[in-house]
Each structure stands twice: as C-alpha cells, then as structure tokens.
C-alpha cells in the first residue's frame, strides 16, 4: 500500500455519521441484477443510491457535514458548488437545519436538477447559475464564500463529507453475508470512492475497488497515471455528475493508496447503458449512475463467477435529454452516421436516392439543404440510422457509385457540431 498523506476517516467517525444520518439519508436496497448476473455469469449486485429522497448518494456527505457545524457557523450560513446533485443534498440538509444557503451551479445545468434544488432547499436555499462547468462555478462560489464570510460545503474534498459518503460501503458490508470479489464505483472528485476504500480497506481488504469515471473526463485516471492532481484543460460535460477537470486533493492522495484499478467508458457507452437500465429493468438512472454497469464488459473475462457489487449513484436524469442520450448512444454503436450528400443536377435525384441508395432497413433521421436558396442544386447534410454496423459500407459504395457521396462526419467532429 502507497503512503497516503491524509489522515483515512476512521471506523468510528463513519459508524457515527451512519447514526447521524439515521432518519434522514435511506439505507437503501443492495439488490441482485438477474440481467447483468446472466450477462456476465456471475453475481451482480446494484447498490441503489438512485432510491434516496433526492436521488444520490449526495445526501449523506452534505447532511453529515452541515450537522458538524457550530451554531455560529450555521448562523453565517453555507456555500457550495455543485453540477447538481450536491446541491440537492445541501438543499435537502439546509431546510431540514434551518440554515441559510448559497448553491453555486454551472449555468448548463439540466433544468430538472435546478427545479429539484429549489424543490429541497425552499426558502432557505439561493441559487446563482454560473460559468460553464462544475470547476467554474466552484471557482465563484470560493470566492464569494470568502467575501461573505460563509461555510463552505465542498462536494468531495472534506473530511466530513468523505466520512458521510463511506457510510455507503458500510452499508453494503452489512447488506451481504457472500464475500464481494469487485466492487465498481463511479469517480467525479472522488468523494464516494475515497469514502468507500477508507472503509473497505479494513473491512474487507481483499475485495478489489474499481473506479469508473466518463471517457471525457478522465481527471483521476490522469491524475494516477502521472503520480499527482492534475488539472484536466477540457473535459466533456456530457455525463455532469461525474465531470470534474481536477479531482480532490484527500480524494486523489486515498486513490492513490488504495485503489485497485481506475477505468473509463465512453459517453456513448453510458447512454446505451442508460436506454437498457430503463427499457430491460424499469430504472431510471442519470449519465453518472450509469458508469459502473458500463464498465463491467471490460471485465467480462474477471468477474466470471464472482460477486459484484455496481453502486449506481443517481437518478437526476431530465428527460428532455432523452434524445440527445439516444443519438450518443447510436452513434457510439456506429448506428447513426452522417453525410454530405451532393445530390446530381437531374430530375428525380432525390427520389433516386432513397430508392436506390438507401439500403431496405436505413431510414433517414436527419435533413438539412446547406443553401437557403436553389436547394435542388446545393449539397445536404444527411442523418441515416442503420439496423446493423455492417449496412455502412455498402451503403457509402451505392453513394460514391452514383456520385450522391460528398463527405462523411462522424469523423470530422470539429465540423460536425456545427451542422449537426
């Protein structure tokens, strides 16, 4: 074991923050996945945080850490920064304490986890959308909890916070009598899993702790890799839970010393994850409480005939996202492709096109002419969704054969974004 340059919260300080939370955070279920138990050939196990009062594990740190503040400092209020499902734990916790809070959010925050916040914290929350990440919004919230003499809540990097979250993994000790081989954990800064080996570590060395965090946002894998916290210079906001460009620092230093293995999925990954969680089992879950299950065909080869345990984190999913999750979803399954169609300059060409050139299960989801004017002699932006992978090459063939084929744009992202 690396040595780890924070104290690791103790056994006692989280068996007492699991009282502190009694009545207020769930003990929720750990429940056997008969679909992903076959899938793999082994025992499953959902951890469902996404069953909390406000839908993530996220309670926990917030409400043990506000219940450790001074009268006084309760009386000068708390800050936070949070993409989302923090602040609803520190929403949820200011009510219930009767303590005034400032809750800084990124500004694309999805609209239902903004409603939820304003839902949780009553009047006793304010809320200020700013910047365009999680670290942005954190930047501003430190420093108008600085002018303002306010508490800060910070979403992972705090002792009381990492005590709260490793409630959790006490909890899925007390749940099981069978030894857990695996247990996969999703990685934003890196509060539930620091929590989680804190309390593993001494409970049950020998299960191995995977972190999962989004492809695109890969600040603790990084980090590990390079032997110190670093700042990632873009990330994808995509999968906002777990979307941090710099990981804690008590979070990294515990990672470092503890952690069995850190992983990514891709975002497109995520979102078929998502589609399957909600069409196959009936559960609603947001990008992040989707990463774990995404993670687990990476180990298919390992985890044959072990127990498992994937906590899925949270359910905070608008559902006005839906659509962008199923185009991610087709295009990362190489379903979903487009082009630039230069149509000939004859009569009936775009008849002939979805006649002739389209295959007899595409279907074209998507049209855009890139002129205004003339539109029968200009190029289009074309959107065709196949039944299998293998109908592309044929396809792109009949193009190019017919002279319809102008350019393709999966692989082009800079231009893509713009015309699609």
Do not use: W
């Amino acid at each position: 074991m690396a040595t780890i340059s924070f104290a690791l919260p103790e056994l006692a300080e989280v068996r007492k923050a699991a009282a502190t939370l009694s009545g207020v955070a769930s003990v929720t279920p750990l429940m056997q996945n008969r679909r992903y138990s076959k899938t793999y050939d082994c025992g499953v196990y959902l951890k469902r945080e996404d069953l909390q009062e406000v839908r993530s594990y996220k309670i926990r740190g917030a409400y043990n850490k506000m219940r450790s503040l001074s009268a006084e400092q309760r009386r000068r209020g708390v800050v936070c920064a949070s993409a989302g499902n923090h602040s609803q734990g520190v929403a949820f916790s200011c009510r219930e304490l009767q303590v005034k809070g400032t809750i800084f959010m990124p500004a694309p925050t999805p609209a239902q986890k903004i409603e939820q916040v304003k839902m949780f914290g009553e009047d006793q929350v304010e809320i200020i959308l700013t910047g365009d990440t999680f670290d942005d919004a954190y930047k501003a919230s430190v420093a108008y909890c600085e002018a303002h003499n306010k508490v800060f809540v910070h979403p992972f990097d705090d002792d009381k916070v990492i005590e709260g979250q490793a409630t959790v993994g006490l909890e899925i000790l007390e749940q099981t009598k069978e030894h857990l081989d695996y247990l996969f954990v999703p990685v934003g800064g890196g509060g539930l899993v620091s929590g989680i080996l804190s309390v593993f570590h001494l409970l049950s060395p020998s299960t191995k702790i995977i972190g999962v965090e989004p492809e695109g946002a890969p600040s603790m894998k990084t980090s590990l890799e390079r032997g110190e916290n670093t700042a990632l210079d873009h990330i994808d906001k995509f999968i906002d839970g777990a979307a941090v460009q710099k990981v804690g620092v008590r979070n990294f230093e515990i990672c470092k010393g503890l952690l069995h293995q850190m992983v990514t999925v891709p975002e497109g990954r995520v979102c078929q994850e998502i589609l399957d969680l909600y069409n196959k089992d009936a559960i609603v879950v947001e990008p992040a409480g989707a990463l774990t299950l995404s993670a687990l065909s990476q180990f298919k080869d390992e985890i044959k005939g072990k127990n498992v345990v994937c906590v899925v984190s949270g359910s905070n999913n608008d559902i006005t996202r839906t659509a962008e999750i199923k185009e991610r979803a087709l295009l990362y399954a190489r379903l979903k492709h487009y082009f630039i169609i230069r149509f000939p300059q004859r009569a009936g060409a775009l008849k002939e096109f979805v006649a002739e050139i389209l295959g007899p299960t595409d279907d074209i989801t998507y049209f855009q002419y890139a002129k205004k004017h003339a539109k029968e002699n200009g190029p289009a932006v074309v959107g065709v969704e196949l039944k299998d992978e293998a109908d592309l090459e044929p396809l792109v063939a009949r193009m190019k054969a017919h002279n319809f084929f102008g350019d393709y744009l999966n692989n082009k992202p800079d231009l893509f974004q713009y015309l699609v």
